[in-house]
């Protein structure tokens, strides 16, 4: 049958399609540690992510808990740092560990068929991992290096000032490094934490991609007979600053400004956040956006400027970040506070909302593009104590929320009064 090319496709807003969250299959190991897993793909690869409640909300003193999931993977009793990598390397894996507020982590991806040979070397990491004194020592150099260059920038310095703003500097959240903290730890804490939070802490798995039918007694062979315990992150109270408007030199010969402004905001639990999550990307949540409009096109003061809510846990925030010419930050603010305004008075063109929900739809589309997008959106809702109502929820909310709502949001959370404000130039 020839095609006919005279006749153009139907268009179909993105906004039309009936999205569904392909589901988990969920099974237990024999220690009690839950495995979340997607099974789907054409290729032979598949990932699995370790998750620890071992997030710095969990140490006592700043950096043990960064640091010691650094090291994790830089020597065992058996092997070397770079015998460890050579491993991973061999088999054509990738390993990788991250440290989050209330989460770490270790990832691996690898070709479905070498799964064998590269979980007891994770089991090694996991039991056996013994943070050498000579890494460490490596590590707290490298790392003084890097922060000094990083003290230079403004934007570097502008997140770190406006998380103390609004959650306070002993908060998880708000926390910052320093060289002494570097200087101050100390192998045997980050033993100690090793051996609270990773040989003995609480443990969740999440594994998607091409799976080998016997994944579950792989898992249960290698890692389901581990002490794991169920140990909870623990909680912590913002205390944000009274100053809602800071001013920093930070390089006097700096020829821009890094702008921040910020409130708190309820987590993902509340009423109000999916909405508001729609309302953000109207006013500073893509490219086509109020702020982006008018700061970037219109004005010319920025090449970007963005809004959005953090992803956090506990507590959220709303935050609007640009780096702009250090004499045009004031008009930036000035005009930030006008497209609050705006969404407060000003009803909102039905075309333009139409425009941020297909734009949103469509970005969902993406998201599930694919198993290993799959268990992202999965972990962020389980990690979170959330269900699949949620991003049902998510869905109805993107395609039905009115303009009236959201001009109510507006009239609730976009208040001058209520952000933090902070320019470093």
């Known amino acids: 049958m020839m095609l006919d090319r005279k006749t153009l496709p139907k268009i179909v807003d993105a906004v039309d399609f009936n999205l569904s969250l392909k589901p988990y299959q969920k099974f237990v190991l024999d220690n009690g540690v839950e495995v979340y897993a997607v099974n789907a793909g054409a290729e032979e690869v598949m990932q699995i992510e370790w998750v620890f ?8 003193k700043n950096l043990i808990a960064a640091t010691t ?5 830089n020597g065992t009793s058996t092997k070397t740092a770079f015998q460890i990598n ?8 990738y390993i990788n560990r991250a440290c989050y507020n209330e989460t770490a982590t270790i990832s691996l991806h690898s070709l479905t068929r070498h799964i064998n040979e590269l979980l007891p070397v994770v089991r090694e990491l996991i039991t056996d991992s013994i943070l050498p004194a000579e890494e460490l020592s490596i590590y707290q150099q490298n790392m003084k290096q890097k922060l000094k260059v990083s003290l230079k920038k403004s934007d570097f310095v502008a997140g770190r000032l406006i998380d103390v703003s609004l959650y306070g500097e002993q908060h998880p959240y708000g926390k910052y490094s320093n060289e002494k903290d570097f200087d101050a730890l100390q192998r045997d804490e980050l ?30 062979s290698n890692f389901g007979d581990l002490p794991f315990e169920n140990i909870a ?23 821009q400004g890094s702008i921040r402004i910020a409130r708190p905001f309820p987590n993902r639990h509340h009423p109000d956040f999916i909405k ?3 309302l953000n990307v109207l006013f500073g949540g893509f490219f086509g956006s109020r702020l982006m409009s008018n700061i970037r096109e219109d004005k010319g003061f920025t090449y970007g400027i963005h809004s959005y809510l953090l992803n956090h846990v506990q507590q959220s925030g709303w935050m609007i970040s640009t780096e702009a010419g250090k004499d045009v930050c004031e008009a930036t603010i000035t005009e930030v506070y006008k497209e609050m305004q705006r969404l407060r008075e000003e009803p909102i063109d039905p075309n333009e909302l139409m425009l941020v929900r297909n734009y949103m739809m469509g970005g969902l589309l993406g998201d599930l593009d694919g198993p290993f997008h799959i268990i992202a959106r999965w972990k962020n ?7 699949e109502k949620y991003f049902n929820d998510s869905i109805k909310t993107i395609k039905t929320v009115s303009a009236e709502e959201l001009q109510m949001l507006a009239n609730k959370y976009l208040q001058p009064d209520d952000f933090y404000e902070l320019v470093v130039v």
């Open 276 to 278: 508001t999550q729609v």
């Open 233 to 255: 992150v623990k909680t912590a109270l913002p205390s944000p600053s009274t100053e809602k408007k800071v001013r920093v030199t930070n390089d006097p010969d700096g020829a």
């Open 53 to 60: 409640n071992a997030g710095n909300a969990q140490e006592e």
């Open 69 to 73: 999931n650094f090291l994790l993977r």
């Open 191 to 220: 033993i100690g934490f090793y051996k609270k939070y990773y040989q003995q802490g609480k443990l969740i798995m999440f594994i998607a991609g091409k799976l080998p039918s016997n994944i579950e007694q792989l898992l249960n």
């Open 381 to 387: 809702i389980i990690l979170n104590e959330l269900d």
């Open 86 to 93: 050579e491993h991973f390397d061999y088999y054509g894996s």
